[in-house]
Nanobody
Framework: QVQLVESGGGLVQPGGSLRLSCAAS????????MGWYRQAPGKQRELVAV???????NYANSVKGRFTISRDNAKNTVWLQMNSLKPEDTAVYYC????????WGQGTQVTVSS
């Protein structure tokens, strides 16, 4: 069973940046796909970005050009660099890993507001 712990969320003004981290309880070398999802109040959870073990990435249209997902297998960590943040990016952000089953972290709140 993989445990995922997110960190790095917080309150930021529009146009600002945050970097989210997702630390896994075991080696992510064998985890092919890891990603970030988000859920805003009253909305369904949605994909933000995913990255494969080979470094291929995919992003939601709403964050392309602003967010960057990366991973370091040696550190068992996945990051989400978020730039040019907008109020509509406000949500709880969840880390996700697929290793046979799907695993979720507990989430970290990101609030973009002036």
């Amino acid at each position: 069973q993989v445990q995922l712990v997110e960190s790095g969320g917080g309150l930021v003004q529009p146009g600002g940046s945050l970097r989210l981290s997702c630390a896994a309880s075991e080696s992510i070398f064998r985890i092919n796909v890891m990603g970030w999802y988000r859920q805003a109040p009253g909305k369904q959870r949605e994909l933000v970005a995913v990255i494969t073990s080979g470094g291929n990435t995919n992003y939601a249209n709403s964050v392309k050009g602003r967010f960057t997902i990366s991973r370091d297998n040696a550190k068992n960590t996945v990051w989400l660099q978020m730039n040019s943040l907008k109020p509509e990016d406000t949500a709880v952000y969840y880390c996700h890993a697929v290793l046979g089953l799907g695993y979720w972290g507990q989430g970290t709140q990101v609030t973009v507001s002036s």
